[in-house]
């Protein structure tokens, strides 16, 4: 079964920065989509970042410019450096896998709160 587990959330100031990582466990293989995914209070769940084979990335135009995200193959953790940050970021992040088409896997999500 393939575990995802988020890390690095927290409360920081307008302008600061955090980087979150997402551990993944119990896959045979890498799996060759992953992404970000943020819940703000009251909102619906929206594509922040993704990577795709050959580390191809795209981003939400939102975070363009601030947010990148990349992955480590070899220690099967995905990243999001997350800088300039503002407080329309605050949400709850949540790492995403996808193995195959009919095999998609979520994590718990880490609160990332921004202050102004």
């Known amino acids: 079964q393939v575990q995802l587990v988020e890390s690095g959330g927290g409360l920081v100031q307008a302008g600061g920065s955090l980087r979150l990582s997402c551990v993944v466990s119990g896959s045979t293989f890498s799996p060759p989509k992953m992404a970000w995914y943020r819940q703000p209070p009251g909102k619906q769940r929206e594509l922040v970042a993704r990577i795709g084979p050959g580390r191809s990335t795209n981003y939400a135009d939102d975070v363009m410019g601030r947010f990148t995200i990349s992955r480590d193959i070899l220690k099967d953790t995905m990243y999001l450096q997350m800088s300039s940050l503002k407080p329309e970021d605050t949400a709850v992040y949540f790492c995403?896998?996808?193995?195959?088409?009919?095999?998609?896997?979520w994590g718990q999500g880490t609160q990332v709160t921004v202050s102004s």
């Open positions: 995403y896998a996808q193995e195959n088409p009919f095999s998609d896997y």
